[in-house]
């Protein structure tokens, strides 16, 4: 997965602060008091991918942000005062390499990472399950949680869905977003609330051209053609029912492959007609960079964010954007789509398992959730996140479709769709931008031939 942080903190030029203050006079706790919880001793080793430990700015806003050690000391510090935290901040450029490597050394209890690597290393062996902990801590309530990501996702449960070995603290935003100064220069009727492939394809298509009031170059249609994870794949496979596979990842080698179904072949049609319309830089995840902003000419982004937008709007109050650019849900039948997770987890070689937990829990309540959307606008994974603010409709769209989120094995999670079927869909499109898109059933053959030798290969 994408991480989530890398989106968010990509977009944050961090000018330190903290060599030359001592803090700030900003209130991270929303005016609760904070109380000590515990006189329980310990110390906690937490790596943390990305997260910015220093007071900063926001270079797209302007607005300061709070570090991680400010926060906690107004809030974790106070609340359990003898357990000690040592914090170690990985960037996500090399973050698998040296979490996998502290996992398996043993320097780390506490670990926040991408969904995928969690997942990897569950299935090693190298993380503690956490349903004994949850099970004896009354106030823990697992239910705060959106449920289909903290039941049903690759990142914080087990392959066979049994265990849960992560808690989940940051969502990622993919969600359709569409330009209605665009369709109201068309004159085409805005998109439904639930947007089908069919509908996107055709509006797009009206769409693609000289614009009729400006004269100007525009794109009916936007998605990164590069994808890492493949996302808008994995939300059209569940439009059109192509499971992919049938199976389970905690048994890899007995997978059923069907990669090569009418199913598979409809959404394959829809990415060669779609490729067709885009900036033709789309197959690098270029050409999209305006969209959301004033210069936009693309009338509808697939797996977008709306961060562009909402930057503007904190940082110029420009509310004409927020009400340009409107969020729908994704291609699902239910308007879902894949839905990236970052969890919390905890090693397997924790050394002190109770302190480790009051620290994890802590880190993915909904008071960390709030200072974390805040300042980085992170996305929160909460049923009831109502310090989101009223304006913020991205936010809000994208809680919609995590609550109906649920894992495939077209998944990250999932080794062959990310080795294999995730760079041949990416060439596919590729390929198709241009004009030369290659014959989709011998394709989706030779895919699923391939599928089948890699499960049979596996000892």
Known sequence: MKKLLLLVLSCVLVLSLAACSGGSDSDVTGGVE???????????????????????????????????????????????????????????????????????????DVMYTGGAFASQWYQEGLLRDLDDLIKEDTSFDPSIYLAGIMNNSYSTKSPDGTKQFGIPVALGRRMTIYDKKLFEDWGVEPLTAKATPAELLEKGKKMTGKNPKTGEDNYGLYWSGNSLNGSTFVALTLAFGAKGAEGSLKDVKSIKWQLNTPEMVKVMEWLKEASKLPPAGFVNAQGGENFGLEKNNIAIALDSTGGATM?????????????????????????????????????????????????????????????????????????????????????????????????????????????????????????AATGSAPDIQKFLDDLQQRAEKWSANLK
């Open 311 to 431: 930057n503007e709007y904190q940082s110029k109050k420009n509310k004409d954007l927020l009400d340009r650019f409107e969020p729908v849900l994704n291609m699902g039948p239910n308007g879902e789509g894949w839905v990236a997770v970052d969890p919390f987890i905890m090693a397997k070689k924790a050394k002190d398992v109770k302190a480790s937990w009051e620290v994890l829990k802590f880190l993915t309540s909904p008071m960390t959730q709030k200072y974390m959307y805040d300042n980085f606008a992170q996305t929160p994974t909460l049923k009831n996140a109502d310090f989101v603010s009223a304006d913020d409709k991205y936010v809000k769209k994208a809680l919609e479709i995590a609550e109906v989120g649920h894992s495939e094995l077209m998944d990250e999670a999932n080794p062959f769709y990310m080795s294999d079927i995730v760079p041949a869909v990416n060439g596919f499109i590729s390929k």
């Open 34 to 108: 904070i109380k000590k919880v515990s006189d329980m001793k310990g110390t906690v080793r937490v790596a943390l991918a990305g997260w910015q430990l220093d007071n900063g700015l926001n270079a797209q806003t302007g607005n300061p942000t709070i570090g991680l050690n400010e926060y906690l000391d107004q809030t974790f510090y106070k609340m359990y005062p003898n357990i000690k935290l040592e914090l170690y901040q990985i960037p996500w450029e090399n973050v698998k390499a040296k979490q996998s490597a502290m996992l398996l050394s043993g320097d780390a």
